[in-house]
């Protein structure tokens, strides 16, 4: 993952511009990260979120980067 850091930043700000959303901290490894979000009021829950970073994560070359 840290090696495509470009489609990463990509995918996330693809999904932020759709759905907005604030990451308060972030951990990038190789193979996996780890996020704190902040969504915005009357937001339905992070569930809403997830299949599109999966699917823009998926179609930009990364492996899956939501489990």
């Known amino acids: 993952m840290v090696e495509k850091i ?3 930043r990509a995918t996330l700000r693809y999904v932020k ?3 907005p959303y604030r990451i308060n901290a972030i ?3 190789p193979d996996h990260l780890h996020c704190i979000w902040t ?3 009357g937001a339905r829950g992070l569930s809403v979120y997830m ?3 999966r699917m823009v994560s ?3 070359g990364l492996s899956n980067i939501v489990n």
């Open 58 to 60: 998926l179609a930009m």
């Open 27 to 29: 951990v990038i490894l």
């Open 6 to 8: 470009d489609l990463l």
């Open 51 to 53: 299949p599109e970073c």
């Open 17 to 19: 511009e759709r759905k």
């Open 39 to 41: 969504l915005p009021p």
